[in-house]
């Protein structure tokens, strides 16, 4: 393939071409979600309560290693669309370096804190005792997925996604085998209950960066993880972590979001916090796909401004936008027609159902107007503009919805939380728009200055 392609191929084509293998393999990994909580539920609803307070913490051990990840690919993009092929090499190698050892911290600090993390939601000794199992095997792979995550952004950034979609879909579909095998025991295998899920977990992570490391090794990309860039460059870790602390700070976000709202409606029932578990769950089946398409926009968006082709930056931007917006009105028509099916994945207790019922027709009435700030985020991010991407993400989960959401609980109950989303999301849309524009007019002027 011709390495210009990504500034020289019609941009829809080009788009589809980058964007349907990421869609595809995240429906898959949206899939493998739904599947491993629908069998943590059959164990019982304390262990799906356990699985819903131990995921803030999950999601943040996820969010740096993908958020970073999203700073190396949009610094290697850059520097691809640039032409400077060895400053590409030297992004990926002490990317990867800084990567190892975030993964070493995660794994330590994640281990350790989560007894006391877990008391903070819940007096249940059972729910306490189900999270912990869970959390010491699922945080044990993290070394393992920060690694694949940096790999997998490495393939995005020279444009090989089919690569990251066959190792994630292998990955989701070993997972969506070993779950009811290694939960209730099939076979040869013992049962081993909530953590035979985390094993299940870790197995297909361990899977998905084996297939990176052995096509990296077999077939060669443009960019390559070189020794003599191994100790690090001020320089160069000042422009990955410019990017990626923003990015991690984005994807981490949604944790601090879930932690706050627990506490909100601790004060109602844990029904309510089964609920928001269960959500976060499904919602992942419609953003997970979004967020494909975004991941297959960022190293186009990034190699185009890297190139000066700010028209195709433009046309790239617009395109995805309305991508986004037909996957949310496919969410927000299905959490519509069958909310009851949906809750009834993960529980058998009418009142939850009824409940989780009434959250999923309030808050999909947000899905459509949120595509805005989930295009534009990623697309900030792809342009190396990771504090203005991070202001929008701040609005979206702390600065709008918590307070939001407190005050409307304050005045309708457990139901003001499920109002906060829709209105917290038609108001980062706006504001999203401005952020977005602002910072494509400064980064034009700035290369008409340059030039």
């Not at 985390?198 to 490391?213: D, E, M, N």
Request: hydrophobic share 50%; aromatic share 10%; glycine share 8%.
């Amino acid at each position: 393939m011709n390495d210009t392609f990504m500034k020289e191929k019609p941009v829809l084509p080009l788009i589809l071409s980058m964007a349907m293998p990421m869609v595809l393999s995240m429906l898959v990994n949206s899939l493998y979600n739904i599947i491993d909580s629908f069998f943590v539920a059959q164990i019982s609803e304390e262990a799906m309560t356990a699985l819903s307070l131990v995921y803030p913490v999950q999601n943040f051990i996820n969010a740096v290693g993908i958020g970073f990840g999203v700073g190396i690919n949009a610094v290697i993009a850059f520097y691809l669309g640039a032409g400077d092929d060895k400053k590409a090499d030297q992004a990926a190698t002490q990317g990867l370096v800084l990567a190892m050892i975030h993964g070493v911290v995660l794994t330590v600090c994640g281990i350790t804190m989560m007894p006391a993390f877990l008391g903070m939601f819940t007096s249940s000794k059972t729910v306490i005792e189900l999270g912990v199992h869970y959390s010491v095997i699922a945080f044990s792979f993290t070394l393992i997925i920060v690694v694949g995550v940096t790999f997998e952004k490495i393939f995005q950034a020279v444009g090989n996604m089919k690569t990251t979609m066959i190792s994630l879909m292998c990955g989701c579909i070993i997972n969506i085998v070993l779950d009811p095998v290694l939960i209730f025991g099939y076979g040869p295998f013992p049962e081993m209950g909530i953590e035979g899920a985390a094993l299940a977990t870790g197995i297909g992570q361990t899977l998905t960066l084996a297939i990176y490391l052995v096509v990296y090794f077999v077939r060669p990309i443009r960019v390559h993880i070189r020794r003599q860039y191994i100790l690090l460059s001020k320089k160069m870790v000042i422009k990955l972590y410019s990017i990626g602390i923003p990015a991690t700070l984005n994807i981490a976000l949604p944790s601090l979001l879930i932690s706050a709202l627990n506490a909100i409606l601790a004060a109602y029932s844990e029904v309510y916090i089964l609920v928001l578990g269960i959500y976060y769950k499904l919602q992942t089946f419609i953003y997970l796909p979004a967020n494909g398409i975004v991941q297959g926009m960022r190293p186009l968006i990034g190699y185009n401004y890297g190139a000066g082709e700010n028209k195709r930056v433009s046309q790239i931007y617009k395109i995805v936008l309305c991508m986004s917006g037909i996957i949310m009105v496919l969410g927000t028509v299905i959490c519509l027609l069958i909310p009851g099916l949906l809750m009834g994945l993960f529980t058998h207790t009418e009142a939850t159902i009824q409940t989780g019922k009434t959250a999923l027709r309030i808050i999909g009435a947000g899905f459509i107007v949120s595509a805005v700030s989930v295009t534009s985020s990623g697309a900030l991010e792809g342009l190396g503009k990771g504090i203005p991407s991070l202001l929008i993400s701040l609005c979206r989960y702390v600065v709008v919805i918590i307070p939001t959401a407190f005050l409307l609980s304050s005045i309708f109950g457990a139901v003001g939380v499920w109002n906060a989303f829709w209105i917290t999301e038609a108001i980062t849309a706006i504001i999203s728009i401005c952020v977005y524009y602002k910072a494509i007019s400064q980064s034009q002027r700035s290369q008409s200055t340059v030039k």
